[in-house]
């Protein structure tokens, strides 16, 4: 099975497993599956087993970090990364090499975390599909045929593959919540400004957030305690106690009053979506000092979204156009026309809205909807009509939206799947800098059910889809070399690697 930070970090810190063979287990998957899923971009396998054994003589000689010491991540390809390329999978960025790391990078490099590589988005950042990025498509683990989500499709399904233990990404409009919610993991997007967007390529100042990709809310939790906290050469970060959220799970939780807010989030949504939530709501009502419906003014205004891209995109788009994908092109062209006046108007407007909304917390703790009012499309569902991508993508990402707007905190976990065997995703928001609440919920919710042990099952029939992989020389036949094992062809699909099992980990 795959295991969670949780649980390998008690392994490593006890010297019951090494980083190195955890980090040789991560590429070997890589090798075997992102042929079919196009999860990751670019692997840097040398680097990751560099520092996986550095990770290794630290715990032996007794310099413990913490529970992400020696534990391999993957990073959005949106996070710079000093030395590595860096290119929201677009071509306008393949030659971009950052000088310096992104601050989320520097705060997990101090933290002991392992590297495996680059993860595909949408390009730029800028869709809720992944199907539009220079490398190809992003693939569901659940179902190849099916959309992983985005923008941060590859870091979800190189999640909910098992091929990484975790992945930092960025959220602007839902884009960790609702790939989270089609790859059935967990994802969490912080408080704006909890956590640093310093060295990450923005789609939109005002709404961009810094979040995780995560087997379970523990390992959130975990993530989260290393990557908040105050960044004073950032603008937009909170200067905010950070508090410690992993040690706060394991304690019950007082029970808190949950608002459903119907009139909006639970509209239009698939029956099989439907009835999920509704036996989570059941589920959770059992916990709760008490369930009430809510009335929420839902921004859906998306005027300061398309002006700040634009603005980000102006000098690109003015000298070399045609290196955008012509839909990414035609999105950041939307706000070519808004004018500095509306743009105030706007930003006037969301300090508002921001602040209104906090007055729905003196009446309840949290709020909860469906995180997605649909399971995942397919790839060829979505391809056969390409003028509707992005409605069909806005839908998708109605119900994560919002609290990008209102700035809260919001979390997507597993609460059920489909007939055809996708899953589903439920979401729980709280007031600003009340992390730890919506943890809380989360994990309570988590223990009580049995949906985040699921794992998708790739077999030896599953098919490359294409997609390009870069590498850091050939990481798998590095690893695997080391290891006294055969390397696994560059594009095999077959189970051969994922029957490797290191003490401890089998899958």
């Given at each position: 099975m795959h295991r969670s930070i949780t649980e390998i970090s008690r392994l490593l810190r006890a010297r019951k497993l090494s980083p190195v063979e955890v980090t040789e287990h991560c590429l070997a998957a890589i090798e075997t599956l992102n042929p079919a899923l196009n999860a990751f971009v670019m692997v840097t396998g040398e680097s990751a087993l560099l520092q996986a054994r550095q990770a290794e003589i630290e715990i032996e000689q007794g310099q413990y970090r913490g529970p992400l010491h020696g534990i391999p991540f993957g990073l959005k390809d949106q996070i710079d990364t000093a030395g590595v390329?860096?290119?929201?999978?677009?071509?306008?960025?393949?030659?971009?090499?950052p000088q310096e790391d992104a601050e989320v990078v520097r705060r997990l490099k101090r933290a002991g975390v392992v590297f495996l590589g680059k993860q595909n988005l949408h390009e730029c950042a800028y869709g809720g599909s992944s199907l539009i990025s220079y490398f190809g498509a992003v693939r569901n683990p659940w179902d190849p045929a099916a959309i992983a989500g985005g923008s941060s499709g590859g870091s979800a399904a190189a999640v909910a593959a098992g091929l990484c233990l975790a992945a930092i990404a960025s959220d602007t409009g839902g884009s960790i919540r609702e790939p989270a919610a089609l790859c059935g993991v967990v994802g969490l997007k912080p408080t704006y400004g909890r956590v640093s967007t310093r060295g990450v390529i923005p789609l939109s100042f005002s709404l961009d957030h810094v979040g995780s990709l995560?087997?379970?809310?523990?390992?959130?939790?975990?993530?989260?305690?290393?990557?908040?906290?105050?960044?004073?050469?950032?603008?937009i970060c909170g200067d905010r106690a950070v508090e410690d959220y992993a040690m706060a799970l394991p304690q019950r939780a007082k029970p808190l009053r949950i608002g459903v807010p119907r009139s909006y989030f639970y509209q239009e949504l698939d029956p099989e979506i439907a009835s999920a939530v509704k036996a989570a709501l059941d589920q959770l009502e059992t916990m709760a000092a008490e369930v009430r419906e809510v009335e929420l003014q839902v921004p859906t205004?998306?005027?300061?979204?398309?002006?700040?891209?634009?603005?980000?995109?102006?000098?690109?788009?003015?000298?070399?156009?045609?290196?955008?994908?012509?839909?990414?092109?035609?999105?950041?062209?939307?706000?070519?026309?808004?004018?500095?006046?509306?743009?105030?108007?706007?930003?006037?407007?969301?300090?508002k809205v921001r602040s209104e909304i906090r007055q729905v917390f003196e009446r309840v703790d949290v709020l909860l909807t469906p995180t997605t009012a649909a399971a995942a499309p397919t790839i060829?569902?979505?391809?056969?009509?390409?003028?509707?991508?992005?409605?069909?993508?806005?839908?998708?990402?109605?119900?994560?939206?919002?609290?990008?707007?209102?700035?809260?905190?919001?979390?997507?976990?597993?609460?059920?799947?489909?007939?055809?065997?996708?899953?589903?995703?439920?979401?729980?928001?709280?007031?600003?800098?009340?992390?730890?609440?919506?943890?809380?919920?989360a994990f309570a919710y988590e223990q009580a059910t049995e949906w985040h042990n699921r794992e998708p099952v790739l077999s030896q029939s599953t098919q490359t889809h294409g997609g390009s992989l870069h590498r850091t020389r050939s990481a798998c036949a590095d690893s695997t070399a080391k290891?006294?094992?055969?390397?696994?062809?560059r594009n095999a699909t077959s189970a051969g690697c994922l029957s490797l099992t290191v003490p401890g980990f089998g899958r």
């Open positions: 390329r860096t290119t929201a999978a677009s071509a306008l960025f393949l030659d971009r090499v995560t087997r379970s809310v523990a390992d959130a939790a975990l993530v989260l305690q290393a990557i908040a906290g105050y960044d004073p050469e950032d603008p205004d998306r005027t300061l979204q398309l002006a700040e891209v634009y603005a980000y995109h102006a000098p690109f788009v003015a000298r070399s156009p045609e290196l955008y994908h012509p839909e990414t092109l035609r999105r950041i062209r939307k706000g070519e026309a808004i004018s500095p006046a509306e743009i105030e108007s706007c930003r006037r407007e969301l300090e060829s569902d979505l391809e056969a009509e390409p003028d509707q991508l992005r409605e069909r993508e806005l839908v998708l990402l109605r119900n994560a939206r919002p609290f990008n707007v209102w700035g809260l905190p919001a979390i997507s976990l597993p609460c059920g799947f489909t007939k055809a065997g996708l899953p589903i995703g439920l979401q729980i928001a709280g007031p600003h800098w009340q992390e730890r609440r919506v943890l809380e919920l290891a006294g094992r055969t390397p696994a062809p």
